[in-house]
C-alpha cells in the first residue's frame, strides 16, 4: 500500500515560492517513486524586512508549529532562511528544538528541518525552473532554498532524497551532499 505523507510547512506571509517549489519537487518525484505527499501550511506575518520585524514574526512560529501538529504533518519545514540566519549562528538548532517541542507538547511530534545551510540570494527568488539547466551549463551542483529543504524533509522521513528537477542534491548524485561543493541559485 502506498503511504501518503504530510508535508507541513512555516512560511513568512509574504511567501509563495517555497509553497510552490517544494510541492513541484515532490509530484515530480511522485511521477518515479510509490510515496504520495499533501501540504500544508501555516504563515507569520511579516511585512517588512527589518531586524525587528523578522524577531516578531520568528515568534510566530511557535503558533505555526502547534497548527501544523493539530494537522499531524509528518515533518514541519521551516521555511524562511532570513529569519534563521538574522537571528545569529546556530539559531536553526534551537528554532528546530523549539518547534519540535511545541509539536510533541501538542501530542503530535514531527521533526523540524531549514535550509540554515543554503546561502541564498533570496528564498522567495523562484529558481526550480532554471535549476538543472544552469547546474547543466557549469557543471557544478547548483542548491536552491527549495531543493535543500526537500531534501532535508525527505531524509527526515526515512525516504530516499530524490526526485526529478531538482539537481544532483536530488538526482540521487550525492549519499551525503557537501553544501560548500555546490553553487547557490
Do not use: W
Not at 505523507?5 to 518515479?32: C, D, F, H
Not at 538574522?86 to 535550509?115: F, I, K, M
Amino acid at each position: 500500500m502506498t503511504r501518503t505523507y504530510r508535508i507541513g510547512q512555516i512560511v513568512p506571509s509574504s511567501n509563495v515560492t517555497m509553497e510552490t517549489e517544494i510541492p513541484a519537487l515532490l509530484r515530480a518525484r511522485e511521477t518515479v517513486l510509490p510515496e504520495r505527499f499533501t501540504f500544508h501550511s501555516a504563515r507569520m506575518r511579516m511585512t517588512r524586512v527589518t531586524a525587528e520585524e523578522l524577531a516578531a514574526m520568528d515568534a510566530e512560529s511557535d503558533r505555526c508549529a502547534v497548527e501544523l501538529s493539530d494537522a499531524r504533518v509528518d515533518v514541519l519545514g521551516y521555511a524562511c532562511l532570513v529569519a534563521i540566519m538574522s537571528a545569529g549562528p546556530g539559531y536553526h538548532r534551537n528554532a528546530q528544538q523549539r518547534l519540535h517541542g511545541r509539536t510533541a507538547d501538542n501530542g503530535a511530534p514531527a521533526p523540524v528541518v531549514t535550509s540554515a545551510v543554503v546561502l541564498s540570494a533570496c528564498v522567495q527568488m523562484p529558481s526550480l525552473d532554471v535549476l538543472d539547466e544552469v547546474q547543466d551549463a557549469l557543471g557544478k551542483p547548483v542548491l536552491s532554498a527549495a531543493v535543500a529543504t526537500t531534501h532535508r524533509m525527505l531524509r527526515a522521513l526515512g525516504l530516499p532524497a530524490e526526485a526529478p528537477r531538482g539537481g544532483a542534491l536530488l538526482g540521487g548524485a550525492y549519499a551525503l551532499a557537501d553544501p560548500a561543493e555546490a553553487v547557490v541559485a
